[in-house]
């Protein structure tokens, strides 16, 4: 069985792949952050879709990394899972 890291690292090594992956860097953030305060929450995908008027499959959309959500999305989000939001721009 492949680790998800070697097989990452593996991956990135393309410089193609690597420009790619890096493009979507704030969409994985983003992802990544919702998922974490959802589990955080003790929360279901499900639970958070009931709170939110929606589906589940929306809430799996959400937290994809395959687009950008919308401020909209996230604060109506944040907001079932009883969570606040910050905003941070930073230099780079």
Do not use: C, W
Request: glycine share 2%.
């Amino acid at each position: 069985m492949i680790k998800f890291d070697s097989m990452k690292k593996t991956l990135l090594n393309n410089p193609d792949v690597e420009k790619e992956y890096d493009s979507l860097g704030p969409e994985f953030t983003i992802a990544r952050t919702l998922i974490e305060a959802r589990i955080l929450a003790k929360m279901t995908q499900s639970d958070v879709a009931k709170k939110m008027k929606t589906s589940q499959a929306q809430i799996a959309r959400l937290e994809s990394g395959d687009h950008m959500p919308t401020l909209t999305s996230i604060h109506k989000y944040a907001h079932a899972i009883n969570r606040n939001i910050n905003i941070e721009i930073s230099a780079n």
